[in-house]
Every structure is written in structure tokens, then in C-alpha cells.
């Protein structure tokens, strides 16, 4: 008797689970870009530790969050969602808060974060010359939150940047900034053979970070060298 009861409640869990794992497969995709209010370009990013979007699919009780990674270009894209509506807020921004909203996401949505930067990189130039790779830029600032550090990031990926980087150049500058004064970060190439001399191609990326809590470095896009 024992063991028909057991094989009873054996199948019965079985087919119960079947049940729960039969969802249809996901068909809904969110993608977009962060724009910068002032000038209209994509917000460049870190891939690692920079900017995601918190998703909260309604109808759960406790809700579990997901997470979009930013691209470094400030696009994102997730095709495997399910149908439903979702509160949406990017957080570790590089970027002034965005306040949390909710979106119904089916096939296909697409929703833009128009942000303003904690800082802006004006006037980037990026230079190779005579074994050292220079860059020369200017900063402005866009709040009350000024300049903690200027970077110069160089590595066999496009997808350079403080995080990911074979090699760099950052110094402390911890003040107000003018939007002409001129910054110059230098890379010996040539002295540092050991690591340039890994590959043909490196990219090099400017970045800036300001002193507000949760910041993360802004950047210009990088810029690939043939050494």
C-alpha cells in the first residue's frame, strides 16, 4: 500500500513540474540608447561595472530583478524577455539619476534614456608620434560635481576603458575645471615595448570621472592605432 502511495505522489509531483517548466520560450525585446540632453550623442560607457537597467516584471510577489548590461557605446538590447510590464531604471550611471518608469514590453519596444553626463570630454585629439601616443582634451562640467580624475586607457579591444586596459595613464585632479583649460595625458609606447609589442592594433580611450557617489568614468569613443 505504501509504495502505490508513493508512486502516486511521485508521478504527481512529476506532472506538476512539467506544468511549471511548459512556458512558452520568451518573445519580447526591449533595445535603445542613452542620448546626452545637451548634444544629442550616445552616452559612452564601461562594459564591466558601467551602467545597467533594472528590470521588475510586475505580477510577482517577491520581485526578482534583472539586469541589462549597457553596451560601451550607450546601446543595450535584450531579445529574451517575456511579454509583460516592467519598471524600468538605469543605475550606476555615468549620468544624473533617472527616475524609475513602468513600460509594457512586447515584441520589438524600444525605449531611449535622454541623461545628462556627469561630465562632458570636449575637443578630444588622440595622437601617435615618435614611439608616444598623446591625448589633449577638455572637460566641462554639467553640475555642481567637479573633476575626482582624468584617464587614458589603451587596450587590444575596442572595448577599452578603466576596467579593461593593458596599460594607462590617469592622474588625481579633485576641483572645478574651465571648459578651456587643456588636459594632455601621455603614453610611451616605445618605452613600454614589453606590453604595445603584443599586438599590431591597440585602442586608446580618454576618459574623466567626477566626484559624485556611484560614479562611473565618461569617455569618448576609442580610437584604433596601428603601432
Known amino acids: ?11 504527481a509531483i512529476g506532472l506538476f513540474s512539467c506544468e511549471l517548466d511548459n ?14 540632453a545637451q548634444t544629442g550623442e ?31 557605446d550607450g546601446t543595450f538590447e535584450n531579445k529574451l524577455l517575456f511579454e509583460n510590464t516592467y519598471t524600468v531604471q538605469p543605475v ?17 519596444t524600444t525605449m531611449d534614456f535622454v541623461v545628462t553626463p556627469y561630465l562632458r570630454i570636449i575637443n578630444p585629439q588622440i595622437t601617435y608620434l615618435n614611439g608616444k601616443v598623446t591625448a589633449t582634451f577638455s572637460i566641462e562640467q554639467t553640475g555642481a560635481s567637479n573633476v ?10 575596442s572595448v577599452v576603458g578603466q576596467p579593461v586596459q593593458s596599460f594607462s595613464v590617469e592622474n588625481d585632479i579633485n576641483r572645478d575645471v574651465s571648459a578651456d583649460e587643456v588636459f594632455s595625458l601621455e603614453m610611451d609606447v616605445a ?4 606590453i604595445f609589442g603584443k599586438a599590431d592594433d591597440f585602442f586608446f580611450r580618454i576618459g ?18 596601428t603601432l
Not at 208 to 225: G, Q, T
Request: with cysteine; proline share 5%.
Open 23 to 36: 512556458y512558452d520560450a520568451p518573445t519580447a525585446s526591449l533595445s535603445g540608447q542613452f542620448i546626452d
Open 148 to 157: 575626482r580624475k582624468i584617464g587614458f586607457f589603451a587596450h587590444p579591444n
Open 208 to 225: 574623466a570621472i567626477a566626484n559624485a557617489a556611484e560614479s562611473k568614468y565618461n569617455y569618448v569613443p576609442a580610437k584604433r592605432i
Open 191 to 194: 618605452a613600454n615595448s614589453a
Open 42 to 72: 550616445l552616452v559612452e560607457q564601461d562594459l564591466i561595472n558601467g551602467t545597467v537597467i533594472q528590470l521588475a516584471e510586475h505580477g510577482y510577489d517577491p520581485v526578482g530583478l534583472q539586469y541589462m548590461v549597457v553596451k560601451n
Open 1 to 11: 500500500m505504501k509504495t502505490s502511495f508513493y508512486t502516486f505522489c511521485l508521478c
Open 92 to 108: 550606476r550611471g555615468n549620468f544624473y539619476p533617472v527616475d524609475a518608469q513602468d513600460l509594457a514590453i512586447g515584441s520589438g
